[in-house]
């Protein structure tokens, strides 16, 4: 069993930064590649960013490539999502998640354990 739960959302104006957070638990978690997603309403959820079991690879959608930064701490079980520069269309729920595998993928269905997600929300 893994339990993922983020932190740090909240309401900004654009332009603002926000940092979020997910602390995992469970299952070995220097071994497994995370991700964060979002999903605003009326749309499909999709992947923001990626990174492999050991913090040496990264990835990121257009959308916020040179924007958001992902990264890890194995020791403290954590991976963080530093979001610069927010735009109104980053406005969703942001959930991070863990594959069962040590490489980034960024179909959401690669993912089997999901946190509860964190609202940002990024008014104009």
């Known amino acids: 069993q893994v339990q993922l739960v983020e932190s740090g959302g909240g309401l900004v104006q654009a332009g603002d930064s926000l940092r979020l957070s997910c602390a995992g638990s469970?299952?070995?978690?220097?071994?497994?590649?995370m991700g964060w997603f979002r999903q605003a309403p009326g749309k499909e959820r999709e992947f923001v960013a990626g990174?492999?079991?050991?913090?040496?690879?990264?990835y990121y959608a257009n959308s916020v490539k040179g924007r958001f930064t992902i990264s890890r701490d194995n020791a403290k079980k954590t991976v963080d999502l530093q979001m610069n520069r927010l735009k109104p269309e980053d406005t969703a729920v942001y959930s991070c998640?863990?594959?069962?595998?040590?490489?980034?993928?960024?179909?959401?269905?690669?993912?089997?354990?999901w946190g509860q997600g964190t609202q940002v929300t990024v008014s104009s």
């Open positions: 990174i492999n079991y050991n913090g040496g690879f990264t």
């Open positions: 469970g299952r070995t978690f220097s071994t497994y590649a």
């Open positions: 998640a863990s594959r069962p595998y040590a490489g980034i993928d960024y179909n959401p269905r690669a993912y089997d354990y």
